[in-house]
């Protein structure tokens, strides 16, 4: 899968924890999109998805932790 679209759903991915299992199942993404997803963390499996050049976080407010993303390709 080279695109994967989370955009808007808030409820579910809260926590982090759904999008840790996606991630580690979809290592050769290349794009995410998490527009207005509702997350409060981004979990370190995205900062492992070293095919991924595109991550949209555009109005993800609640965002508070990052983890490191210095070996995604962007």
């Known amino acids: 899968m080279a695109t994967l679209d989370l955009s808007y759903n808030n409820r579910k991915l809260r926590s982090g924890q759904a999008l840790a299992g996606i991630v580690r199942e979809l290592s050769?993404?290349?794009?995410?999109?998490?527009h207005q997803c509702g997350l409060t963390s981004l979990p370190a499996e995205v900062g492992e998805l070293k095919s991924l050049g595109t991550l949209n976080l555009k109005w993800c407010d609640d965002l508070m932790e990052m983890p490191d993303l210095s070996a995604l390709r962007g």
């Open 28 to 34: 050769g993404l290349k794009e995410l999109n998490l």
